[in-house]
């Protein structure tokens, strides 16, 4: 995992607890088990527990980790999984240290339980899995314990990739992206962005512009302005229609939005327009683009998951999981977009080209630039 200066480290961990909103999740795809401590029994295995906040059939975080264990536990027919849905956050904790004495391993998506560090390191013996947030002691520092797996993502390649999509896919030539508060995570997903766009102009023959609204513009943690569109709140809808709005009037015809609850009112505002188009985050985002009879979702840029989920659970089945702070990019499959038929509208070339960009991004031979790792959009490996 990245190593940051100290004052970063500490910043960088506070604004992760706000890392989950960056990316708001509509209606689920399937029909997933509920959460509120349901489950599915089989005989004697690993009993895993999965614990939410917005339950295992929100179409985001909460969802794709179940479908995680569920690939897990098809594959293990002896391990068990229960859903614990707690939708209070400020009772989640407690939630945590109710119900981990009854499972071998629990998963646990969301900035929210960070605090399980001292928790952890009380029952050695259970393996906890933290997705998009790493462990916290007391103090709020960011640890690493042996029995603990958090996985980070480097927002900043999926942002990429829907730089290059929307670059490819403009006939305005102007695109944006929507951010809720300029959190570390949120700014990856920007820089990343505008990184894909240069990245198509030099080498895709795109003349895409990436418009930013003074007005809008963040603030990162070290009180740096990163110039962007940000609504300023991960769950303000009223606000994300007027940025979304402002944006399309200034000849937007593409929007990736990385907002939270706020982006669905970047949603109604292209809804509500002609001829303008969406790029989701985090998860397939696909059914939130249906517009009347059609679907206005070019793609959705991706935090794999339920991959990762996954693997940690065999590993611990098969005895060589190792607890880490893991960040996580293309080069094990961690990020990337929807190319699936059915699940995206790009153009053949668009998907030609972005197959390209990521073998290039895979290989290490393209580092797309990120709130801390030095580069800016227009000076980055690869560009």
Do not use: W
Not at 120 to 147: H, R
Not at 169 to 186: D, L
Not at 199 to 222: M, W
Not at 256 to 263: L, N, P, T
């Amino acid at each position: 995992m990245r190593k940051m200066k100290t004052v970063l480290s500490l910043l960088l961990a506070l604004a992760m607890v706000f890392s989950l909103a960056a990316c708001g999740g509509g209606a689920p795809a399937g029909g997933a088990a509920t959460g509120g401590g349901g489950g599915t029994t089989a005989p004697a295995g690993l009993k895993v527990g999965i614990v939410t906040t917005s339950g295992v059939d929100d179409g985001s975080f909460g969802q794709d980790c179940y479908n995680g264990i569920l690939e897990f536990v098809s594959a293990n027919p002896e391990a068990t999984v229960t859903a614990v849905k707690e939708p209070d956050v400020s009772k989640v904790m407690q939630a945590v240290a109710d119900v981990i004495a009854d499972y071998d391993v629990l998963v646990l998506p969301g900035f929210q339980f960070s605090p399980v560090g001292p928790l952890a390191q009380e029952n050695p013996d259970k393996k906890v899995i933290l997705v998009d947030t790493a462990p916290t002691a007391e103090d709020g520092s960011e640890i690493e314990l042996p029995n603990v797996y958090s996985m980070l993502f480097q927002e900043e390649e999926g942002g990429f990739f829907a730089g290059l999509a929307a670059a490819m896919e403009t006939k305005t030539n102007k695109v944006a992206v929507v951010n809720g508060i300029a959190y570390p995570s949120n700014v990856n997903y920007q820089y990343g962005f505008m990184s894909g766009v240069n990245y198509a102009n030099k080498y895709y023959g795109t003349s895409a512009q990436c418009v930013e609204l003074p007005s809008y513009a963040g603030t990162d943690v070290t009180g740096a302005n990163v110039g962007g569109n940000y609504v300023g709140d991960f769950a303000d809808e009223g606000t994300g229609k007027v940025v979304g709005t402002a944006l399309i009037d200034q000849g937007v015809d593409v929007l990736f939005v990385a907002a939270g609850a706020s982006g669905n009112g970047v949603f109604t505002a292209a809804k509500e327009a002609n001829g303008v188009y969406l790029i989701g985050c985090d998860v397939d985002q696909y059914d939130d683009g249906a517009k009347g009879g059609e679907n206005i979702m070019l793609t959705s840029a991706l935090k794999v998951m339920h991959t990762n989920v996954a693997r940690q659970l065999q590993a611990i089945k098969d005895g060589s999981f190792a607890g880490q702070n893991a960040l996580l990019g293309a080069a094990t499959d961690s990020t990337g977009y929807v190319s699936a038929a059915g699940r995206q509208q790009l153009a053949n070339d668009t998907l030609t080209n972005l197959e390209n960009a990521y073998e290039q991004l895979k290989a290490g031979n393209i580092t797309p630039a990120a709130n801390f790792n030095g580069y800016t959009p227009d000076n980055f490996p690869g560009l």
